[in-house]
């Protein structure tokens, strides 16, 4: 089958991943409530498309944080892309580049963030888990010394969730045996050697609060963006700790289950933010007019997460640029049937909820 959308991808995907793997890359936390919300919560809303506007002209082009890309569209962290291909986020990064896009980089990533760095001219930024403020701060030092442009911190994983059908496949145990160091890409690479695996896995999440952020600051100068906020009252305080991004995000249904789809979440957090920092939003996009949709909410990009590991797994970079491609595609063909022919015509009129 030649792949035409992205589901063609994860219908590939599928068939070339061990079941561990599958479940890992695809499964949410517990019922799954929040994972099947994210894809149903766009059908729900409704668009309103306008005629008659010269769309001669269509245009994708966008920048984020006042770095240019041609597209909305950026990928999101996920963990370990060793374990879809052999060139990992190296391959990943690549097709992201190619595509015109870019890539936040996961802090659990199966290649270490300089040699994922060299493997890009592109944007990139570095996403942290604080394990302990000791390696987070070597970290920042790396990702600033290695070019990383921002510094995404993730604020939904005190703990990580209950996974059951990782539980049920042993996960842990497949992944240590087939894809030894496929989370632990960073740890190759030490400063002075002191990043300490008993120090990380010592994992204080669950002590980190908005001091953190305060303390962050105090540590680099690169633009701090939070992933993770589902609501205008933790919005409203990223603002107040001068955060330069908010990625509405419930981390792809693999967290907390039974919230709010973050489609859902974005109006209340754009009234709050939008006039103070960027917004961004991930979770179940698989259409260009999901992305539509979360622009016309105001979102300046969206994060795709699991379709570009299917994308890695399929045929690496290649795979990554061209779901890319497909979903700029998609976009595109929405804007224009939808009266838009550039991003900054794109506005909430165009949204009906049902
Ligand atoms: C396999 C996998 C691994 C992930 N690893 C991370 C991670 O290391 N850090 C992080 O902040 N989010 C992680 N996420 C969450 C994604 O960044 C993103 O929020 C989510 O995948 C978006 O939903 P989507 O997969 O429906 O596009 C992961 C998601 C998946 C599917
Ligand atoms: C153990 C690494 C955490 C990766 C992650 O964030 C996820 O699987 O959702």
């Known amino acids: 089958m030649q792949p035409i959308n992205v589901h063609d991808y994860e219908v590939l995907a599928q068939t070339q991943l061990a079941r561990p793997i599958w479940d890992y890359y695809q499964g949410g936390s517990e019922d799954e409530i929040s994972l099947r919300t994210n894809r149903t919560a766009f059908a729900q809303l409704r668009l309103r498309p306008r005629v008659l506007v010269d769309v001669s002209n269509s245009n994708l082009k966008t ?28 391959a990943t990064i690549r097709g992201a580049d190619a595509a015109g896009s870019g890539m936040i980089v996961s802090n659990d990533a199966s290649f270490s963030m300089e040699e994922i760095a060299r493997a890009s001219q592109g944007l990139r930024w570095y996403q942290l888990y604080i394990h302990t403020l000791n390696e987070a701060q070597q970290l920042i030092k790396r990702a600033e010394a290695a070019g990383y442009q921002a510094i995404v911190l993730t604020v939904d994983t005190p703990l990580l969730s209950n996974r059951e059908r990782d539980k049920r496949n042993a996960m842990g145990n497949f992944q240590k045996k087939y ?119 105001g979102a300046q990009a969206v994060l795709i997460g699991r379709p570009i590991l299917w994308g890695l797994t399929v045929q690496g970079s290649e795979g990554v640029r061209h779901i890319l491609e497909i979903l700029q595609k998609e976009l595109q063909s929405a804007m224009i049937l939808a009266g838009c022919p550039s991003i900054k015509q794109i506005s909430r009129s165009l949204i009906q909820w049902t």
Not at 64 to 75: A, F, R
Request: aromatic share 4%; with cysteine.
């Open 179 to 297: 894809y030894p160091g496929a989370f632990s890409g960073n740890a190759r690479h030490t400063i002075n050697g002191s990043l300490d695996n008993s120090e990380r896995a010592a994992y204080a999440g669950h002590t980190l609060t908005w001091d953190t952020i305060a303390w962050m600051r105090t540590h680099t100068s690169l633009p701090i963006i939070l992933k993770g906020i589902l609501t205008a009252e933790d919005a409203t305080l990223a603002v107040q700790h001068q955060v330069a991004g908010i990625v509405v995000s419930n981390h792809g249904g693999r967290q907390l289950d039974g919230t709010i789809a973050p489609i859902e979440a974005l109006p209340e957090i754009v009234a709050v933010a939008a006039q103070h920092c960027e917004i961004y939003l991930d979770g179940g996009i698989r259409r260009g007019t999901d992305i539509l949709k979360a622009l016309a909410l």
């Open 63 to 90: 920048s984020v944080l006042n770095t240019e890309i041609d597209m909305p569209i950026l990928v999101a962290p996920t963990a370990a892309h060793s374990m879809a291909h052999s060139d990992g986020e190296c």
